[in-house]
């Protein structure tokens, strides 16, 4: 079942300077409730020159899938992309790579890259947003991302946490202090942990957990299977021996349970 939420649009006024003016919204952010997956979304420009962003979070995780979508003189060609993000007042708040490919059937490029959730969240305001893409053409957008959609699109997260069977319930959903892993997530998994049987396969599975009071993770479960069942157990059996978080506190400074998950992309 796929269900969307249209929210108020937030309309801000045009900011000059000597860069182009941003691009305004063309309506409301909407919250797509896809199967497995929540999708924030909102058009900017005019008919004959669109650009739209999707934030897409793997729910409770600490980064944000995001999306930009337009023509190929605004995204840029090739499959690899520099990102350069430019938050209020012109402050660098993100450098770092994506992937850039055509959109099936349409004519339109999309580059896709991965946001801290902080970084997004910090994006709430009226301030214009700078994407600068290596081979594209440099983007302002007027984005008015609301409390009221983050609010939104954290149900949905919420919401798809429940269906997966979680008891939503017993853990702390909203945090005062929110978990925090130890070292890189990226190193949970190692290319040790690749079956040698099923070199040159490939496949993604997406697990959801519980962190505990202690820092680590417990019922962690596949969510979204591979369809084999090899691929379908190394993940959470690397992350019970590998993954160590600073565990969530409450408003009370009280360490509390919460909650992630995961995508992962198994590639040789």
Known sequence: MVRTIMLAAVLVGQVGGADAPPLKPKAAWSVNYAEDMCVLSRDYGTAADTVSIAFRPT????????????SRKQIGYGPRVVVHVDGRAGTGVFDGHGQRAPMPK???????????????????????IGFTLSGGKPLRLDLGLSPAALNVLRRCETDLMKSWGFDVAAVDTTPAVPARAQRDPAMWLLNSDFPRQLLGASAVV??????????????????RSSGNATFDAIPCEALGRRARYTPARDANGKPVETLSSRVVRFQS
């Open 59 to 70: 729910p409770f995780n600490d980064r944000v899938q995001t999306l930009l979508l337009g």
């Open 106 to 128: 349409a004519p339109n490029m999309a580059v896709t890259f991965d946001l801290p959730r902080d970084t997004v969240t910090d994006f709430a305001g009226t301030e214009p």
């Open 206 to 223: 997406t697990i959801a957990w519980i962190i505990t009071t202690e820092g680590r993770i417990r019922n962690c479960r596949v969510v």
